[in-house]
């Protein structure tokens, strides 16, 4: 049949080619292939993305204010469409990276009500680092200018307090588990000297000030760092009241 009848064919089969071009593309925060006539951001006048901040002040103050509005329940869901699909299919430039941990209650997209392309987002148990984990946070600041790291450690952490036990008793975890614990040492070994009524919090909150104070002090990251080019924040995310307390680093 003539395929000048059947625009929404058409239409399909370009999409379809779009998608796939992005998907190739999606991991790098530059692409070689251009947008093609008719999928291109520029070819939509009615989109308006949210201006990217550039600053780590800027950055944290997005950050927050989307938590609040987290906390009150007035959502905005931010650049969550088509069009803003479209626009960063080609290009990312993310705002912020996220070091978490893997409890399905604390997604930060959400509970920072941010948006498509907004985010790197690194999630591991108890948020424990390793140099694949560390590289993985290194990647937004050294390649794409990301001027905010946010370190987010949360109430009543399962990755913890059965590091907390393991350590506690001397009873490895199973398996790779055990691998998390031996991570965690360092803010065990913080929360028995600090002592408290809730040793499994108290080692949570310095989980989030040691790994840091860590990624503060490392070696590429550091400079960006002096130069207030990056800021590196340490937070805790209540479950209780989808609240984000920030412990270290907060930019001024």
């Not at 395929?3 to 080619?17: H, K, M, N, S």
């Not at 907390?164 to 398996?175: F, Q, R």
């Not at 009524?197 to 070696?219: C, G, K, S, Y």
Request: charged content about 20%; aromatic content about 4%; some cysteine.
């Amino acid at each position: 049949m003539d395929g000048a009848r059947q625009p929404g064919r058409r239409a399909l089969l370009t999409g379809g080619l779009f998608v796939a071009t992005a998907a190739l593309a999606g991991c790098s925060s530059k692409s070689g292939a251009p947008a093609t006539a008719g999928t291109s951001p520029q070819a939509r006048p009615t989109m308006q993305p949210t201006a990217r901040p550039t600053t780590p002040a800027a950055a944290f103050t997005r950050l927050m204010e989307g938590n609040e509005r987290w906390v009150n329940g007035d959502l905005q869901h931010p650049d969550r469409d088509p069009d803003r699909r479209e626009f960063v299919a080609q290009k990312q430039e993310p705002f912020g990276s996220v070091l978490a941990c893997i409890d399905s209650r604390v997604p930060p997209e959400l509970l920072f009500d941010t948006g498509l392309g907004d985010l790197y987002v690194m999630r591991t148990g108890g948020e424990a680092i390793d140099p694949v984990v560390t590289g993985s946070v290194e990647y937004g600041p050294m390649t794409s200018g990301t001027p905010l790291i946010v370190v987010l450690g949360h109430q009543r952490c399962g990755a913890v307090e059965a590091s907390y036990t393991s350590l506690h008793d001397g009873k490895p975890l199973p398996g790779n588990l055990e691998a998390i614990a031996r991570a965690l040492r360092p803010a065990y070994e913080q929360a028995v000297r600090e002592g408290g009524d809730d040793p499994v919090d108290t080692m949570a909150r310095a989980q989030v000030t040691l790994t840091a104070a860590e990624l503060r002090a490392n070696r590429d990251l550091a400079p960006l760092v002096k130069k207030g080019d990056l800021a590196v924040v340490g937070a805790y995310y209540s479950l209780d009241t989808g609240k984000v307390e920030v412990l270290a680093g907060a930019p001024s």
